[in-house]
């Protein structure tokens, strides 16, 4: 398993869930249903102190967990842990549960 924290777009459903995403120049369409939790977070690190009234994404993380398959290889499947910042909407890809990486147009193969 691998992990960091690197930018990726999402497009979610109507009701939020994430649908497909691009990541590393390619496209990858989610083919299970996500799953959804929260993770406590160390805001005590990031920010000097807790604005009055900012509870929400203060304390905790939304994180989703999705398998997705690339278009062109159907058969590929990975699973990828997510997480969406509550203010911004924002998405970063934080986990990769298996298979490789996959490697960047800019790199070689």
């Given at each position: 398993?691998?992990?960091?924290?690197?930018?990726?777009?999402?497009?979610?459903?109507?009701?939020?869930?994430?649908r497909s995403l691009e990541w590393a120049g390619r496209h990858y369409d989610v083919c299970a249903e996500p799953v959804r939790w929260f993770?406590?977070?160390?805001?005590?690190?990031?920010?000097?102190?807790?604005?009055?009234?900012?509870?929400?994404?203060?304390?905790?993380?939304?994180?989703?967990?999705?398998?997705?398959?690339?278009?062109?290889h159907p058969e590929q499947k990975l699973t990828l842990d997510l997480?969406?910042?509550?203010?911004?909407?924002?998405?970063?890809?934080?986990?990769?549960?298996?298979?490789?990486?996959?490697?960047?147009?800019?790199?070689?193969?």
């Open positions: 398993m691998g992990m960091f924290s690197e930018s990726v777009d999402v497009d979610c459903t109507p009701a939020g869930q994430p993770e406590r977070r160390q805001w005590w690190v990031e920010e000097m102190r807790a604005p009055l009234g900012g509870g929400a994404g203060l304390v905790d993380h939304e994180i989703w967990r999705i398998q997705v398959r690339g278009a062109g997480s969406r910042h509550t203010g911004s909407g924002r998405w970063r890809l934080l986990r990769i549960h298996d298979a490789l990486r996959p490697v960047r147009k800019t790199e070689s193969a």
